[in-house]
């Protein structure tokens, strides 16, 4: 059981630059979501999907991009890179999120110089 | 929008000891989820609270969700060197359909 597959594992970017994170998971979770985590603030929402076709801005969602087109897949598109990205990347899945357990991926530790 | 804070940011505490942390939110919440990240990893789900006043309890660990469900805490009894890592909570409140997380509580178990 795979779970939840984030590529890649560490990326560094000069600013300006573009780049998609990858978030893959094999549980037929209906709801996907990316977080930031960044040193005493804890997990922030970025963005969030109920279903494919169905996304929606969280707390943080400046200067990036989602798009849900598969039940699987949750890319998160940094549109143009910006040192205060730098952080790491966690994407987590669930069946809701009202009711179920986050099941998170390895993360993506992302620098921005 | 919805907050959910928590304290402390940080603990230190000596093995055998006890720790605690709390988290309470400015909205009343339908559930709320605790996760444990190890150094370095990812958070892991430990689990969920539901109805008002309900207390769980995992080997070392108690969990209370508050009568007013708007507050919560998790204590671990007789601390281990197992037990470093950051605390979070998760909540989750009325028709958002999001959870939001706590700022999480750092342990660390000195031997």
């Known amino acids: 059981n795979a779970g939840v597959t984030q590529t890649p594992k560490f990326q560094v970017l000069k600013t300006g630059q573009s780049m998609t994170l990858q978030c893959a998971q094999d549980?037929?979770?209906?709801?996907m979501s990316w977080y930031r985590q960044d040193p005493g603030m804890g997990l922030r929402l970025i963005h969030y999907s109920v279903g494919a076709g169905i996304t929606d801005q969280g707390e943080v969602p400046n200067g990036y991009n989602v798009s849900r087109s598969t039940t699987e897949d949750f890319p998160l598109r940094l549109l143009s890179a910006a040192p205060s990205q730098t952080s790491v990347y966690f994407c987590?899945?669930?069946?809701?999120?009202?009711?179920?357990?986050?099941?998170f991926g390895n993360g993506t530790r992302l620098t921005v110089t | 929008g919805q907050q959910v804070m928590q304290i402390p940011q940080y603990q230190h505490v000596q093995e055998g000891e006890d720790f605690t942390t709390y988290c309470n939110s400015s909205?009343?919440?339908?559930?709320i989820q605790w996760y444990k990240q190890r150094p370095g990893g990812h958070p892991v789900f430990l689990i969920q609270?539901?109805?008002?006043?309900e207390v769980k309890k995992q080997k070392r660990l108690t969990f209370q969700f508050g009568e007013a469900k708007k507050n919560s805490s998790l204590h671990i009894t007789a601390t281990q060197t197992t037990d470093v890592g950051t605390y979070f909570c998760?909540?989750?409140?009325?028709?958002?359909?999001?959870?939001?997380f706590g700022s999480g509580t750092q342990l660390t178990v000195l031997p």
């Open positions: 987590a899945s669930s069946y809701s999120p009202e009711n179920s357990p986050l099941h």
């Open positions: 609270l539901v109805k008002s006043g």
């Open positions: 549980m037929n979770h209906e709801y």
């Open positions: 909205t009343t919440l339908s559930n």
């Open positions: 998760a909540g989750c409140s009325g028709s958002a359909r999001q959870l939001t």
